[in-house]
Structure formats: structure tokens, C-alpha cells
């Protein structure tokens, strides 16, 4: 089975503090992706990342950044939390289409998620 | 832009209903649908996928078929149970974005009671 292992289920942190959110995968998956949920918006991707080192803005990167040194770990990178930063947040990964039946059939596996409060 | 759009929850139902969860899309091309579902506390797993139209996607006792003539995709299972309660999502990857990015509805929350 494929797991996707992030790093904390609960985080409490002040404003302006930076924090380190990690997330793991063990199926040698190429692209890794950082999300989060929020009620009535569903999920939004925050960036992702489809090799070592290499990373994509996604539709909110603003206050984020992520860093992809090892191709199973993915980290997402608050560099002075605000309080409107708290949220779920929510770490997958997904194979490349040529292992999963071509291109758009890729299923993405996510991780538990992290619950963040920014006081 | 590409977008999923999703019947606002929650739906509540009693024990071997019913169910049904609408979600239509927008989208350039031809997109590969999806239905993940999240358990409380949990993260999202994939229920079902249907990648061309008329596909019909199918697990667990859920089923969505991709009608491209109606842009729709719509969950349904003949008869709930309380273990099926849980947020659904309905999502999308564009075939014409190469990144393979899941866009994603709002989510419909669905509560089953005994």
C-alpha cells in the first residue's frame, strides 16, 4: 500500500513564527504536492513538485515556499505564519502517467494531513 | 478557467437510502473526473475515476458516469450506510495541463443515520 506520512496531525504556532511542515512517501512517486482545505473551498494547491529539486507555484503560493532535496520528501515552508494561515494541510503524491495508464488517469495519495492554528 | 462545482451539504439521509451528490464541470478539452471521499480525521482516498465519456467509474457500491453531453458527473449508491458518512469530492485534472493537477469542488458533506 502506498503511504504518505506528514510529519505532525496537530500544530499550534504564533504569528511570525516560521514553520516546517514534512511529508513522506515510500512509493517512489515523481510528483509531490502540498494542498490545503478549507471549509466551502475544498482544496486548493498551495505547489507541487514533479522532481528532486524541482517545484511548481500552485494557485495560492503566497507566504509558502517548499524545498525537494530527497525525491520521497516534500516540505512546505511558512516563512512568518499569520493567523490567516491556519488551516488543514494536506501533502500527496502520484506516480508519472506512464506508470499509471497514461496521461489523467494518475490517482493522487494523500497523507493524513496537519492541522495548523496561527495565534 | 477549468472548475468543479458540487451540491452544497450536508446531505443527510437515513440508513439505506438514496444518494445521490451532483457535480458538474468546466473544463477545455477532455479531463479525466474523479471522486475521493475523506473520513473523519482522515485524508482523502480515491473512490472512483472515469477518464473518457460515457466511462462509468465504480467501487465500494458507489458509481459516476462522465457524461460529457451534460459536462456532469454525479455520485450515486443505491443504498447508504453509516460507515458512508464523510466528505465527498469531486475533481478534475485537465488533459491540456501537463502538471497533472487534481482541481477540486468544495466538497459535500454527507451524514448517514441509523
Known amino acids: 500500500d502506498v503511504k504518505v506520512t506528514q510529519s505532525s496531525r496537530y500544530l499550534v504556532k504564533r504569528t511570525g513564527e516560521k514553520v516546517f511542515l514534512e511529508c513522506v512517501q515510500d512509493m517512489d512517486h515523481e510528483n509531490m504536492f502540498w494542498y490545503r482545505q478549507d471549509p466551502g473551498l475544498g482544496l486548493r494547491l498551495i505547489y507541487f513538485s514533479y522532481d528532486v529539486k524541482m517545484k511548481e507555484k500552485g494557485d495560492i503560493p503566497e507566504g509558502y515556499s517548499v524545498s525537494r532535496e530527497k525525491k520521497e520528501r516534500f516540505s512546505l515552508i511558512l516563512e512568518s505564519a499569520s493567523t490567516n494561515q491556519t488551516s488543514m494541510y494536506l501533502c500527496?503524491?502520484?506516480?508519472?502517467?506512464?506508470?499509471?495508464?497514461?496521461?489523467?488517469?494518475?490517482?493522487?495519495?494523500f497523507g493524513p494531513g496537519t492541522r495548523l492554528l496561527v495565534l | 478557467g477549468d472548475s468543479v462545482t458540487q451540491m452544497e451539504g450536508p446531505v443527510t439521509l437515513s440508513e439505506e437510502a438514496f444518494l445521490t451528490i451532483n457535480c458538474t464541470y468546466t473544463a477545455t478539452g477532455y479531463p479525466s473526473l474523479f471522486w475521493y471521499v475523506q473520513y473523519p480525521g482522515e485524508g482523502l482516498q480515491l473512490l472512483l475515476k472515469a477518464t473518457k465519456a460515457d466511462d462509468k467509474g465504480s467501487n465500494k457500491g458507489f458509481e459516476a458516469t462522465y457524461r460529457k453531453e451534460t459536462t456532469s458527473f454525479h455520485l450515486e449508491k443505491g443504498s447508504v450506510q453509516v460507515s458512508d458518512s464523510a466528505v465527498y469530492f469531486c475533481?478534475?485534472?485537465?488533459?491540456?495541463?501537463?502538471?497533472?493537477?487534481?482541481?477540486f469542488g468544495s466538497g459535500t458533506r454527507l451524514l448517514v443515520r441509523p
Open positions: 475533481a478534475l485534472i485537465p488533459r491540456m495541463d501537463s502538471s497533472y493537477k487534481l482541481i
Open positions: 500527496a503524491s502520484s506516480p508519472w502517467p506512464e506508470t499509471s495508464g497514461g496521461a489523467g488517469q494518475e490517482t493522487q495519495y
